[in-house]
């Protein structure tokens, strides 16, 4: 989290919104890169207290969020659900010491538990499973209507970070200039509702738990209107990236092929493929290479980067540099 933002987190006020959620004092600190993210309890049952400082969303974000959860949720899907206040909000706020606002949403945590890279059952059943699971999610979305009142949740090029001479260092200038080109191929790509819609955007393997059968999804604070190919490209960009360094080329595309092999014959059982999906993929890693090089800048600063953020940095910019995604299949 940005240090101007943790400065403005008081004790103060997540015990206000402990208090409206009616949770227990006691509380769990889970993350806290884009939101603060804690486990809390209530009646004996735990839930997800999720605070989102005014800098990241804005309230009418939050609730298009939830207004999505609810839809999905009602079409059968294994998702976190977020739940009403003792005021009847699904989102409440207060404001923070210089004007700014702190958003809270309570969550329910849910089943199985989270599957790491090196786990046995990091396997291609899990693969299967993940990949009907975004099927599923893009077949139904496809019909998904925001509810009166409720604004559209906003679209991939409106996401604050691409805007690259902001959050990119200003001596990147070939990487900035490529990031602007790839966004201009991206956005002459055909659009329509088979294959452009609200996606979660963000199904890597930290956001979701799974029980063995069926994965259960959280964390849709990424949520946003997109071509579906990138919410396939997502797990398999995270899949590659956590398991191999940038040196071990040979190994990390042997297993995108096997995951991807996987993963898709999974999401065929739920939705058809997105046409054109092969050459569209790379681009959509790229994307997300350019995404997490904005958000990691943004969110670490130079003074706090570990030998690993500066690595992944230093990877990240040799791709978007030479314009090559992180996985060649």
């Known amino acids: 989290m940005e240090k ?6 008081t004790k103060e006020i997540i015990n206000h919104f402990l208090h409206v959620y009616s949770l227990e004092e006691g509380y769990k600190l889970l993350g806290d890169f884009e939101n603060y993210v804690y486990e809390v309890n209530k009646n004996d049952c735990t839930f997800i207290l999720r605070l989102t400082h005014s ?21 059968r899907l294994n998702i976190s659900m977020a739940f009403q206040s003792n005021n009847g909000k699904y989102v409440e706020s207060i404001s923070a010491m210089d004007g700014s606002i702190f958003y809270a949403t309570l969550f329910s945590k849910v089943s199985g538990e989270q599957v790491k890279i090196k786990d046995e059952l990091f396997n291609e059943q899990l693969f299967y499973v993940w990949g009907k699971t975004i099927g599923k999610m893009h077949a139904v979305t496809k019909t998904y209507v925001p509810s009166p009142n409720i604004k559209e949740r906003y679209h991939w090029n409106e996401d604050e970070l691409l805007d690259v001479e902001k959050y990119f260092p200003a001596e ?15 956005n002459k790509l055909r659009k329509n509702k ?24 959280f964390d849709f604070d990424d949520c ?34 096997f995951f991807y092999s996987s993963f898709i014959e999974g999401y065929k059982t739920e939705n058809s493929l997105p046409q054109d999906i092969e050459q569209q993929l790379p681009l959509f890693l790229m994307l997300r290479d350019i995404t ?14 570990n030998e690993r953020v500066k690595q992944m940095l230093e990877e990240i910019k040799v791709r978007i540099e030479q314009k090559k995604p992180i996985v060649h299949l």
């Open 4 to 9: 101007t933002v943790e400065i403005l987190l």
């Open 292 to 305: 997490l090089y904005s958000a990691l800048n943004k969110k670490i600063a130079p003074e706090d980067r």
């Open 194 to 217: 088979d294959n452009y819609g609200l996606i979660h955007s963000d199904i890597h393997w930290g956001n979701f738990f799974y029980d063995g059968k069926s994965i259960y999804v």
């Open 224 to 257: 946003c209107y997109q071509w579906f190919v990138s919410d396939i490209a997502i797990p398999l960009y995270y899949s590659t990236l956590s398991g191999f360094s940038a040196s071990e080329t040979e190994r990390r595309n042997e297993f995108g092929e």
């Open 172 to 186: 990147d200038k070939v990487a900035i200039q490529n990031a602007k080109e790839l966004f201009e191929q991206i």
């Open 55 to 75: 800098t990241h969303r804005e309230l009418e974000n939050l609730l298009a969020e939830i207004d999505w959860i609810q839809y999905l949720s009602s079409q």
